[in-house]
């Protein structure tokens, strides 16, 4: 499961680094506790105070910044359960949550680190910090998955459309239906309808089990409700409920994208794509590669909105082409996303002295970044936007006005547009329903070689992509970063060898965004999720 | 089953109950009697029960209503040809305040227990707004919570004391809640419509009120005693105050709450 590993390794970069500094700096816990609570306490105080809080209220030192924010189990209120919305978890519930973490947030899986005494007592000694805990919860009892296949699917998108989820989780499922700028969670933080074509970052788990649980339950402290009413009086039966959640899980692929090192531009004889929605794209490969908040150069973003990029490319001896993929719920600027965006500044300016800026309209943003020239060795320019001595060479697309540059950036924010340049690079983009799919193209050799890279078949050419989303307050360092891939441009006759010195060449640092470079055979090949699912083990 | 209703409708013709002027959405007393009785009789001796009513004025600059976008419903949209108006600071055109929940804070015999009313007390969803908007409930009766939009609300109770609950009611139903501790007051939310917003005080006892489209308000049916009397408001505040009220005495206690 390296694809999961590397994922989750994305995703937690962040939350480890805070778990660790949160355990070196969490007090001791001073309330006083029964002789059966001393384990747990031990357990807690080690290894949960940090992010946690010593009394619980989700205030730990390593709270500060992160989107969602650690839990306050003062309130007992719990996502993952088995019983009826407001009702308290079951002890099963909370080990489960403890045991797996919680996926799309910063709440570690324990179930390595801990053992399972360990678990259990930490699992008691959560609910002392709640007098709910007094009585017993009762757990829901859960109809069997009727299946059905392709029939259930669609059944259970009909469903999704008349019990209206895409009022809040989109049309098409990705986070961005008309209600999404204004949610909040019950402690007044802005909180996203789940992108639901994403399964790998749900908080209670991704398979269909765990949807329909989640369905029935809802999840407390946040604005998604529970729908176990509908069964109860009579509205809808318990396996429609079943097929919502069929339908839900079949907006995923059959497993999480793996995460790839080398982009494949494989070489076509005449044309390249006319735009994003070319049918030529549906032929060429696609990559994943995860972003993660830029939290290296203040001021840092704790919570960006694109957590990944889909990348294919193709060229003709002449141009490369790149179409880059990604959901963003909102089209920025937009102003229904103004409450949106003053509710994460105010939640989010805790670590800046910069003040962020809420109100003139921000666009979206995409930038893919090269060195200025093909590097000999295993040097690269700073993943960061380069530095003084080490450019990098950039195209920066925006969605307002909608344009393409070519420019040069010698650290971060430093971008200098290429005077004259602006010809070289085309650009075409559309944005439908959360999901933003732009084309760039340029000829691979150009008459500016001194600032303009040339690209040439046959070698590995490091790659980076940023993203920045307008209506989530994202504009300079506030932004979603990726490590170095590389990508590679094919040549018509020779095939195989060529990836063992690029393999040699990968291997990134700096924002603990883990690619694990193993030796592959080939580029291979991962589609997106949206055309064929990759069910490929690892 | 009938019989219940009957008695529970018998105890509210008992006439202690009614708000003086209640509007659409101000609301009364809790306690219509009820089912419950049969477990525990009311508690209170009415022969000699006392009354407290009142106004609640308001005195300042009137606040403008905040016209609510509903262009994004059009089911709800026309449902007011007139336009609809966030409800947070409702001034009556004779300048009384409406919205304030007016209630039995302290002073009540220790030992005296209510009989929970069998009626539910109702909470409608339509035109996208609650009706009522402030309302009171005992610790353990029934809210009925109707969706008469035929669209997609979810209610969520938010409250600190009691537990929360979130539900989804995506067409015309009708589903029940109990709050099982007193909390002034749980807000009720719909995260589709963020502007749909509602309060319900939750008393071990009947005596609560909400003041209505003539600001007046009506608590009846009290032992004589010394009360602390709250009116909250969800913008302006709370306000106490002490009230004396004596065997088969009516009083009238003024409460002003200032705009800004």
């Known amino acids: ?538 | 089953m009938s019989g219940w209703r009957r008695a529970s409708a018998k105890i509210a013709f008992g006439a202690w109950v009614v708000a003086a002027g209640c509007g659409k959405g101000g609301e009364s007393g809790g306690a219509e009697g009820g089912a419950a009785a049969a477990a525990t009789a009311f508690p209170v001796d009415t022969t000699t029960a006392a009354t407290i009513t009142g106004r609640i004025a308001f005195t300042g600059t009137k606040p403008a209503m905040q016209r609510i976008d509903m262009s994004e419903e059009a089911t709800c949209a026309q449902k007011h040809p007139d336009g609809a108006f966030t409800e947070s600071v409702v001034v009556n055109d004779d300048g009384t305040l409406r919205n304030v929940f007016i209630y039995v804070k302290s002073g009540l015999p220790a030992n005296l227990t209510f009989p929970v009313p069998s009626a539910p007390v109702e909470i409608d969803q339509d035109g996208c707004v609650y009706l009522p908007h402030v309302f009171g409930i005992q610790v353990g009766q029934t809210l009925s919570i109707r969706n008469s939009d035929g669209l997609l609300h979810n209610i969520k109770a938010v409250p600190t004391t009691n537990r929360p609950f979130n539900i989804s009611q995506p067409m015309n139903m009708t589903t029940a809640r109990t709050f099982a501790s007193s909390e002034i007051m749980v807000p009720l939310q719909c995260n589709v419509h963020s502007w749909m917003s509602a309060f319900v005080g939750v008393l071990p006892h009947p005596y609560f009120s909400v003041s209505g489209a003539d600001g007046a308000f009506r608590i009846g049916r009290l032992p004589p005693g010394t009360y602390e009397i709250e009116a909250w408001h969800e913008r302006l505040g709370p306000q106490t105050q002490t009230v004396t009220v004596g065997a088969s005495e009516t009083k009238d206690v003024a409460f002003t709450f200032r705009g800004s």
């Open chain 1, 1 to 538: 499961m390296r694809s999961r590993r590397a994922l989750a390794g994305a995703a937690a970069g962040l939350a480890a680094g805070l778990a660790l500094l949160a355990a070196a700096a969490a007090p001791r816990h001073q309330q006083p506790a029964t002789q059966a609570d001393d384990e747990g306490r031990r357990v807690y105080d080690k290894w949960c105070a940090g992010c946690h809080g010593e009394d619980g209220r989700g205030d730990g030192p390593g709270a500060g910044p992160v989107l969602p924010k650690p839990r306050d189990f003062t309130r007992a209120l719990y996502q993952v359960r088995t019983t009826a919305t407001g009702e308290i978890p079951t002890d099963a519930d909370i080990r489960h949550v403890v045991d797996e973490g919680m996926p799309g947030t910063s709440m570690p899986a324990w179930k390595t680190t801990l053992s399972g005494g360990e678990r259990e007592a930490v699992v008691r000694y959560l609910k002392s910090f709640s007098s709910a805990f007094a009585t017993a919860p009762t757990a829901l009892r859960f109809g069997r998955n009727p299946g059905g296949g392709r029939a259930a699917v669609d059944s259970g998108g009909a469903l999704y459309r008349r019990i209206e989820c895409w009022k809040c989780h989109g049309e098409a499922g990705r986070g961005d239906g008309r209600s999404a700028p204004t949610l909040k969670d019950d402690f007044g933080n802005p909180i996203r309808a789940t992108d639901l074509t994403q399964n790998w970052t749900f908080n209670g788990g991704a398979s269909v089990e765990d949807i329909y649980r989640v369905l029935r339950t809802g999840l407390d402290g946040t604005p998604m409700p529970s729908f176990s009413d509908l069964i109860e009086g009579n509205i809808i039966t318990d396996d429609d409920l079943w097929r919502v959640a069929t339908y839900v899980r079949s907006l995923s692929p059959e497993e999480p994208p793996r995460v790839r090192d080398v982009v494949s531009a494989a070489r076509i004889e005449g044309s390249l794509p006319a735009g994003p929605d070319d049918s030529a794209w549906a032929r060429a490969d696609g990559y994943y590669f995860p972003l993660v908040g830029q939290v290296i150069v203040k001021p840092r973003w704790f919570a960006p909105t694109v957590s990944g990029v889909w990348v294919q490319a193709l060229h003709n001896g002449q141009a490369l082409a790149l179409r880059v993929t990604w959901h963003d719920p909102s089209q920025s600027p937009d102003t229904s996303w103004n409450v949106w965006r003053g509710r994460i500044t105010r939640s989010m300016t805790s670590d800046d002295s910069v003040p962020a800026d809420t109100t003139s309209p921000l666009p979206d943003r995409l930038a893919v970044q090269f060195p200025a020239r093909v590097p000999r060795g295993m040097e690269r320019p700073y993943f960061l936007m380069g530095s003084a001595e080490q450019p990098v060479y950039l195209w920066q697309w925006e969605s307002e006005p909608r344009a393409a540059a070519e420019g040069l950036a010698r650290g971060v924010g430093q971008f200098e547009p290429l005077a004259g340049a602006a010809d070289t690079l085309a650009s075409a983009a559309v944005y439908d329903h959360g999901e933003w799919r732009v084309q760039l193209v340029r000829a691979l050799a150009t008459a500016d070689s001194a600032n303009q890279l040339q690209f040439v078949p046959g070698r590995a050419i490091p790659m980076a992509i940023f993203a920045w989303d307008g209506s989530n307050g994202e504009t300079g360092t506030r932004m979603s970063v990726g490590s170095w891939v590389a990508i590679y441009l094919g040549e018509p006759a020779r095939a195989g060898t060529y990836l063992w010195p690029l393999l040699a060449m990968l291997s990134t640092g700096g924002l603990g965004l883990v690619v694990i470079v193993r030796a592959q055979r080939s580029a291979g090949s991962s589609k997106q999720p949206s055309d064929t699912a990759d069910s490929e083990a690892v």
